[in-house]
């Protein structure tokens, strides 16, 4: 492409040659959908200002000594088109969309799916599924809300019924939960497939939990799934229900770290619930950079073992 164009509004502003689909090892997969949020809203732009706000995320990281990024590629794909009869209905479409892109050939290593709010997530998880099958499938879900809901408002596709539909593909560990009703810490204590570790204990310094995700996610075939609103909101205010407390930058890699390094594969994973607040880029930039450190993780040790 000419000198004379700018960049595709893709993530990180990579040019054509590191970002096309046979290049590419990372994928990135916008899904724009809002519809059961219950109190602030705004998350069907999260994806788009996620995306503008890594065009300024410097591909260089210090972690790896090197720009990544340019190493494995990644690829933005067109933003999911919406369905707007019913979440359960756009549920099955994230389902389908998941499936085929995790199917093809050429296709993604790594795919990361933006919401959007957190109802997205059971499809996600359905499709990665069906890909990779659910044998030895597990999620570790970050978030302020247990959403362990069977219903919410009607529907049992709310987002905050975002983790029970979840469980009923695979097992669940989560981190930094600080809210959730009556009937979910029943649920959650009579069921053997849920283990959370909540947010006064995730904080604790040292993190002697960490050990335990590790042995969770050991070998194993990883869904993560990240609500912004599981961060602390003096660093990432712009989400629908901003609880106190929460998971700093730094525990949030340390999770991160675990879980890339511990699991076997992480085919997927998606960052959900970012509703930008005008004028305020830094909850922007924090999901922008948390994408891009996630993909490195993953990504970046394969790629320097090849060069």
């Known amino acids: 492409m000419s000198d004379l164009f700018q960049p595709p509004p893709n993530f990180m502003g990579l040019p054509e040659e590191l970002s096309g689909p046979e290049r590419s090892r990372a994928w990135l997969l916008p899904v724009p959908y809002e519809a059961t949020t219950s109190y602030g809203a705004g998350t069907r732009d ?16 210090r972690e790896f000594d090197r720009e990544a990024c340019a190493e494995y590629g990644i690829h933005t794909l067109s933003p999911l088109a919406l369905v707007h009869t019913s979440p ?16 093809r050939a050429p296709g993604p290593e790594v795919l990361c799916v933006l919401g959007g709010e957190h109802s997205i997530s059971p499809g996600v998880v359905r499709g990665l599924a069906r890909v990779h099958g659910a044998r030895d499938l597990v999620c570790v879900h970050v978030d302020a809300h247990a959403d362990l809901r069977d219903e919410y408002e009607g529907s049992p596709f709310s987002h905050a019924c975002a ?16 809210n959730l009703s009556e009937k979910e810490e029943r649920f959650r204590r009579g069921s053997k497939r849920v283990r959370t570790v909540f947010a006064e204990k995730a904080v604790e310094p040292g993190g002697r939990w960490l050990a335990d995700l590790g042995r969770f996610v050991h070998g194993k075939t990883v869904f993560l799934t990240v609500d912004l609103d599981g961060l602390d909101p003096s660093i990432m205010p712009a989400v629908g229900t901003p609880e106190p407390g929460g998971l700093s930058w730094a ?3 340390d999770v991160a770290r675990v879980v890339c390094g511990k699991a076997r594969r992480v085919p997927a994973f998606d960052v959900v619930e970012l509703a930008p607040i ?8 924090l999901a922008a950079s948390l994408v891009h450190k996630i993909f490195s993780l993953l990504l970046s040790t394969r790629s320097a073992k090849r060069r």
């Open 46 to 61: 999260g994806p788009a200002a996620i995306i503008a706000a890594s065009r300024q995320v410097e591909w260089y990281d």
């Open 88 to 103: 359960e209905h756009m549920i099955q479409a994230v389902e389908a969309a998941v499936t085929e892109v995790l199917s």
């Open 163 to 178: 983790a029970r539909r979840i469980l009923e593909t695979c097992p669940i560990f989560q981190i930094g939960v600080r």
């Open 251 to 253: 525990r949030m890699l």
């Open 278 to 285: 005008p004028g305020m880029r830094s909850p922007d930039f």
